[in-house]
């Protein structure tokens, strides 16, 4: 079965350092999407992304953050001068299909530590 | 603000029993609605998705939909020690992709 893979599964980085977490999203998906879970908390949305564009974006996707399709397989997330609290679980999703609605896949995540 | 309460358990039920798992949401204008289980330290896992009111089954799940009690509940029949994890709710509006998770519901089925 197609699936979401994100590299690296761990990333440790020293604050103020930039962190760039990469995701291929199932193939013949069109919606890409980034969200986090602090350790404990809920799963938080981020972005989305959809025809070469941001479409959607939380409160909490600042000026920091930043997302981006290089080539036609990958989908990164880039974190600017990263901060303790930027510590979480990344995860990527993708849904196929023009309806917004359609179900999101997530891959298997990338736990960032920020020291 | 949009929110989706779960309650956090965890519930405890004997293996083979049926587990009930229940989400509120305040957004009227929710319109799609997911079950993701997640294992603990691992990524949500999509179990189940339901659009309109009733029920809907897949294998020994059951999400059942009430739009007008802004309520969602999974069912999971036969409950097996490996079905032992957290389960999220995840609800989205008519036009938007983002998705508004619960905190989850922690499930523990004992063998």
């Known amino acids: 079965e197609p699936e979401v893979t994100q590299t690296p599964s761990h990333q440790v980085t020293q604050m103020g350092q930039e962190v760039i977490l990469r995701c291929v999203p199932i193939?013949?998906?069109?919606?890409f999407y980034w969200y986090r879970q602090i350790l404990g908390q809920k799963v938080e949305f981020l972005v989305s992304?959809?025809?070469?564009?941001?479409?959607?974006k939380s409160e909490i996707f600042d000026d920091q953050f930043s997302v981006e399709r290089p080539d036609g397989s990958n989908f990164t997330l880039k974190i600017r001068s990263t901060k303790l609290e930027d510590s979480a679980m990344y995860f990527c999703?993708?849904?196929?299909?023009?309806?917004?609605?359609?179900?999101?896949?997530f891959g298997d995540g990338t736990r960032l530590s920020i020291l | 603000q949009k929110e989706v309460e779960q309650n956090s358990g965890p519930l405890s039920v004997p293996e083979g029993a049926i587990a009930s798992l229940n989400c509120t949401y305040s957004?009227?204008?929710?319109?799609?609605f997911f079950w993701y289980r997640q294992y603990s330290g691992k990524s949500p896992e999509l179990i189940m998705f339901?659009?309109?009111?009733g029920d809907k089954e897949d294998g020994r799940f059951t999400a059942q939909l009430n739009k007008a009690s802004q309520y969602v509940s999974l069912l999971i029949r036969d409950s097996q020690p490996s079905d032992s994890a957290t389960y999220l709710c995840?609800?989205?509006?008519?036009?938007?992709?983002?998705?508004?998770f619960g905190k989850g519901t922690m499930l523990l089925v004992s063998p």
């Open positions: 992304f959809y025809n070469n564009e941001i479409s959607e």
């Open positions: 957004d009227r204008g929710s319109q799609s």
């Open positions: 339901i659009y309109s009111n």
């Open positions: 999703a993708s849904s196929e299909a023009e309806r917004s609605n359609q179900p999101q896949h």
């Open positions: 995840a609800v989205n509006m008519e036009g938007y992709s983002t998705l508004t």
């Open positions: 193939s013949n998906h069109l919606y």
